[in-house]
């Protein structure tokens, strides 16, 4: 099954695309267009382009489990994306993996300086969250293993 894993932002979506009979995310191109309806049409092209038959978002549990504001968006955004492509949609926490994809990014990259403007400018491009996003689609995969 083609998975596409969806790491929402108000301003960047993170993307990742696994197909789960090698059991193996990766991070794609993100969706960081100026409008939502941009960002919607790269995920509609991701979807077409990759046969995808299952979308899995990323869903920001408060550290203590609970759902807060950002979360009841994020419910708003899937509902979306079921109106528009008509797949199924499943939930996974989220919680930590944009922190774990930073501190990976960093550390594995001896070319990029670690001051903060450097940082800002990773954040600002999508991949960091296209790498948050493929972290807890590998997640979900391992977890959901039939």
Known sequence: MN??????GHKRI?????????GVAVPIQPAVEPTPEA???QIAKE???RKIEKIVVGYPYNMDGTI???????DEFIAELVKRFQLPVDKTDERLS????????FAMSSKVKKSISAR????????????ACAIF????????KQ
């Not at 999508?126 to 790498?131: A, F, T």
């Open 39 to 41: 960002r919607f049409s």
């Open 68 to 74: 807060g504001d950002k979360a009841r968006e994020v």
């Open 120 to 131: 800002k400018k990773h954040r600002r491009s999508g991949d960091i969250d296209s790498r």
């Open 98 to 105: 944009s922190f774990q994809a930073e501190q990976d990014f």
């Open 3 to 8: 998975l596409l894993g969806i790491d929402y």
């Open 137 to 144: 689609l590998q997640e979900y995969i391992d977890t959901n």
């Open 14 to 22: 993170g993307l990742a695309y696994a197909d789960s009979t090698l």
């Open 47 to 49: 979807i077409t382009e």
